[in-house]
C-alpha cells in the first residue's frame, strides 16, 4: 500500500499539529499516572516486603498473593497469582505472572516469560522476549521488544527495538529506534533518527518528531498516513532533562535508603511522628525551614561566627533535597498500612511522591512543600526527644538524689570509705575479721 510523507513546513498548519502533540503528550502523562495511581491503590494488600539477598522462585513453585521484593538480584521461574512490585538489580521473568509488574533496578530486566497483566520499570536495560497480554510503561536506556504484548507501548528511552509485535499504539521519546515489527494500532513518537524496516507492519498513523528524516524500508507498510510533525524544542535538550529527572530520583532513593540504614533509630522515630504528630512536625518544620538561613546569616555578618554560618547553610540546603525522607516514608506507611517494614515503606512512598511532582505541577509544589516541612520538623522533634530520653537514662554521676532533693535519697545510704579507712588493723576489713587478707605485694 502506497504511503505518503506530510511535512508541515507551512505556518497555516504548525498550530493544530501542535496542538496534537500536546494531546498526546497529555495522553502519555494520563496513562502514567492512572498507572500508578493502580500501584497506589494495590499498595494497602501487601502481607510484606520480601528482603533476601537473592530471590529465587522455582519452576515448580507457586505464590498465591501480591509479592513485594527488595533484593540483590532476583529469577523468577514459578509462578505469581497477585502482582510483582520488586526493588532489585537484574530481574529475570522466566515464569508467568498473573498480575502487574512493577520494577526498579539499575540494571537489566529480562522477561522471556508470561506476565498477564501490565509492566511498568524504571531500568537501565529492558528487554521484552516473551509475552506481555496488558500495557508497558518503560523508562529505560534501552528497550527491546521481540516478544509480544497484546496492549500499548509508553516508553521514554535512549533506544529503543520493537521487532515483535504490539497490538495497539506504541508512544514515547526516544534517541534512536527501530520497528521492525507488528503495530496494530499508531505510531506516535518523538526521535532523533527512526529506521523502518521491510518487516514492519503499521495497522494506523506512524506520526514521528524529528529534527532529520526517518529511513523507510519500500517494504514496510503502514495502512495510515506517515507524518512528520513539527518538534518543539531540541531533542537531546528534552532526553537530558527526562534522564537528569530520573537519575535524580534514583539517587534520593539511594541515598534515603542510606540515611535509613545509618540513622535507624532518629529517622525511625521521625517517621513515627510525621504519622502520628502531623500538624505538629509540619510546624516545627516550618519554622526551622524559614529560620535557618535567616540564623545562618546573622552568623555569617560576624567574623568568629562565620564559619558556623557556613556550615548551617550547608545544612539547610542538603536539608532541601533529604529532609523530605522520614515524609515520605510516613506516607509510604500509611499506604501500606504498616505492614511494609521502613524500607519498604519509603520506596513505596517515594515512587508515588516524586511521580506525583512529576507529574502534576501545580499539585507538585505542594507535595514537596508538605513533604519538606514534616520532614524536617520530625527530624527535629526525634532528635531532641531522643536527647532528652538519652539524658534521663544517664547513670547518676553521685549518690541517689545528687542533684535532686533530700526525699530521694536513701536513709541507708552512707557515702564511701577511702580504701584506708576501709581496712581494719593488719590489712583486713574492718568488722570482718573472718575474712581472709591478701597482704599487698
Known amino acids: 500500500m502506497e504511503t505518503r510523507i506530510t511535512q508541515f513546513r507551512d505556518p497555516r498548519y504548525a498550530t493544530p499539529h501542535y496542538m496534537l502533540d500536546c494531546r498526546h503528550m497529555l495522553l502519555i502523562r494520563r496513562r502514567l499516572l492512572f498507572s500508578f495511581a493502580f500501584f497506589a491503590m494495590l499498595a494497602p494488600l501487601v502481607a510484606e516486603v520480601i528482603t533476601p539477598q537473592i530471590y529465587l522462585l522455582e519452576a515448580d513453585e507457586v505464590e498465591d498473593e501480591d509479592v513485594y521484593i527488595a533484593a540483590s538480584s532476583a529469577r523468577i521461574d514459578g509462578r505469581i497469582e497477585g502482582d510483582l ?11 508467568v505472572v498473573a498480575g502487574d509488574v512493577f520494577a526498579v533496578t539499575h540494571s537489566r530486566i529480562e522477561i522471556t516469560g508470561t506476565v498477564e497483566g ?11 522476549l516473551g509475552t506481555v497480554t496488558g500495557d508497558i510503561a518503560v523508562a529505560s536506556g534501552t528497550i527491546d521488544v521481540s516478544g509480544g504484548v497484546d496492549g500499548d507501548i509508553l516508553l521514554v528511552a535512549g533506544s529503543a527495538g520493537i521487532t515483535g509485535t504490539v497490538g495497539r499504539d506504541v508512544l514515547g521519546r526516544f534517541l534512536n529506534g527501530e520497528i521492525d515489527g507488528a503495530v496494530g494500532g499508531d505510531v506516535d513518537v518523538s526521535v532523533r533518527s527512526l529506521r523502518v524496516g521491510p518487516g514492519a507492519e503499521v495497522g494506523g498513523d506512524l506520526l514521528y518528531r524529528s529534527d532529520g528524516d526517518v529511513a523507510i524500508s519500500g517494504g514496510a507498510s503502514v495502512a495510515g498516513q506517515l507524518k512528520r510533525l513539527p518538534s518543539r524544542a531540541t531533542f537531546i535538550v528534552r532526553v537530558w532533562l527526562i534522564g537528569v529527572t530520573i537519575l535524580s530520583f534514583l539517587a534520593f532513593v539511594v541515598t534515603g535508603m542510606v540515611l535509613l540504614l545509618v540513622f535507624r533509630s532518629t529517622m525511625a522515630r521521625a517517621t513515627g511522628l510525621v504519622r502520628t504528630e502531623t500538624w505538629r512536625t509540619v510546624w516545627v518544620g516550618f519554622v526551622a525551614v524559614i529560620g535557618l538561613p535567616l540564623i545562618s546569616i546573622m552568623f555569617l555578618f560576624t567574623v568568629v561566627g562565620a564559619p558556623v554560618g557556613v556550615l548551617v547553610m550547608v545544612l539547610w540546603l542538603l536539608g532541601l533535597v533529604f529532609a523530605p525522607v522520614p515524609a515520605v516514608a510516613a506516607g509510604g506507611d500509611l499506604l501500606l498500612r504498616g505492614r511494609g517494614g521502613i524500607f519498604g515503606a519509603f520506596v513505596v512512598g517515594a515512587v508515588v511522591w516524586r511521580f506525583g511532582i512529576w507529574l502534576i505541577p501545580l499539585v507538585g509544589v505542594l507535595l514537596y512543600s508538605a513533604a519538606l516541612m514534616a520532614g524536617t520538623g520530625g527530624l527535629f522533634l526525634a532528635s531532641w526527644r531522643q536527647r532528652r530520653a538519652g539524658a534521663a537514662a544517664a547513670p547518676p554521676l553521685g549518690p541517689p538524689g545528687f542533684g535532686g532533693t533530700a526525699a530521694e535519697v536513701s536513709p541507708d545510704w552512707e557515702p564511701p570509705l577511702a580504701p584506708e579507712q576501709a581496712a581494719g588493723p593488719g590489712g583486713g576489713d574492718a568488722g570482718d575479721g573472718d575474712r581472709p587478707v591478701i597482704a599487698p605485694h
Open 118 to 128: 501490565s509492566v511498568r520499570a524504571l531500568a537501565r536495560e529492558v528487554a521484552v
Open 85 to 95: 512490585v520488586i526493588a532489585s538489580g537484574a530481574i529475570s521473568i522466566g515464569g
